[in-house]
């Protein structure tokens, strides 16, 4: 009985072998684009919340643009935000906007802001630009992805 392998079976193995390494290696990167935009996701979410809890009590502390001394980090919701994690926020946004106008609460350190009572709406915004050629092209590079939390302003 001869189990040794045929005269041409170690090119056949080398050509399957070759036919599905492209599929494994974008299998690989495409589990590795969802870990990444899912950590991402959870990042946006977390900082949202963090800025709309400070929000909460100062929505008119939107950023430290003004020079105010009382806007300046880390009070203001921004600074907040952007450094709930100790991770890069390079490409992240934050905005603040009022949920029954639609408008943007803009920095206005000094004079109050939304009244008691009124809900506003903290969204952070970043860019993921996947590693895969095949998810570029389908969501685009950089995809915009965003998150938001609503609180009721406390006073």
């Known amino acids: 009985m001869n ?46 919340r963090e800025g709309a809890v400070f929000a909460q009590y100062f ?22 935000a952007l450094n709930e994690d100790r991770g890069t926020t390079s ?4 905005k603040v906007t009022n949920v029954a106008t639609g408008a943007e609460i803009t920095d206005a350190c000094t004079a109050p802001g939304p009244a ?3 809900t506003i709406k903290v969204t952070v915004t970043g860019d993921f630009t996947p590693l895969t050629f095949f998810a570029k092209q389908f969501i685009g590079s950089p ?10 302003v406390q006073g």
């Open 3 to 48: 189990l040794g392998r045929c005269r041409g079976e170690r090119g056949v193995v080398l050509a399957e072998f070759a036919l599905i390494v492209p599929f494994l290696a974008l299998m690989t990167f495409a589990t590795i684009d969802l870990g990444r935009v899912y950590t991402l996701q959870h990042r946006l979410a977390n900082g949202a």
């Open 59 to 80: 929505p008119w502390h939107v950023s430290n643009a003004s020079g105010a001394a009382v806007c300046a980090d880390p009070d203001n919701v921004k600074y907040h």
């Open 91 to 94: 490409g992240f946004t934050v």
């Open 116 to 118: 008691v009572g009124t």
């Open 143 to 152: 995809a915009k992805i965003r998150e938001s939390a609503v609180v009721v």
